[in-house]
């Protein structure tokens, strides 16, 4: 049984990746921006079944947890929380993110900083508060959620995209430092599943937004399908996790077939111009 903190637990994949944590007896520490405090402790019968809301060990396990990812007390005192009652963390969930980008003459500076601070540092915060837990164990994960544009780049999601690339880095950078000390990383790169993050888009480029939100509308991928394959590539030792088909394909051809890529990615280009949707004049 492991001990795990995910943040962005409140809904989408945070929330399935908490339930199918807990599914196989798993103790979870669910925290999101949008719970107020920890809320009510439960138990059942140890079996490792649950309602979606409660724990799943004989114990009892927290519902939930207030973590807002960009602030720096909330990551204190969920460090706080960890040490009083576990004594320690196998597994960080470094989850929470916002949808957002916009071509570059469109987004704005303020839309940058924000998906930077969340997307970017929220994870940066995440795990610099529980490095030193596992290097004093000699043990852990962390599992940082990016996405499959960390890994290819459309056109009119510079933001997102760097953010996300950022996110692979930084993960690739702790599994080097962190080797030693017996702790793994591992970053998730999924492509569009049916969440609720795109009622967290923000932004001038409104053609943007409604292209992204049919992709993720239409997509065949389910969050609970996407948690299921990344608790498969975690069980099978992956440092990254291209946890659907759509993503290992696309992948693999900016790999194998550069040109072919480039190619699609400018027609796409092309297509979001053609459709304009520019909501502010000029960026800050």
Known sequence: MSRVLVTGAASGLGEAMTRAFRDRGDEVLATDA???AVVSTSSTDGAGSTDGAGSTDGAGSTDGLHLDVTADDDWTAALG??????GGLDVLVNNAGVAGGGRIDIAGIDEWRRIVDVNLLGAVRGCRAFAPVFKRQRSGRIVNIASLAGLVHPAGMAAYNAVKAGVVALT?????ELAAYGVTAHVVCPSYFRTDLMAS???ADRALGRVVGHLVETSPFTAHQIAAAVLAGLDAGEE?????AMARAAYEQKLTDRPAYDAQMRRQAAQLDELGGVDAASPE
């Open 240 to 244: 990254l996790i291209l946890p659907d």
């Open 172 to 176: 690739e950078t702790l599994g080097h």
């Open 201 to 203: 888009m923000q932004g």
């Open 81 to 86: 929380w960890v040490a009083d009652h576990w």
């Open 34 to 36: 949008r719970f107020d």
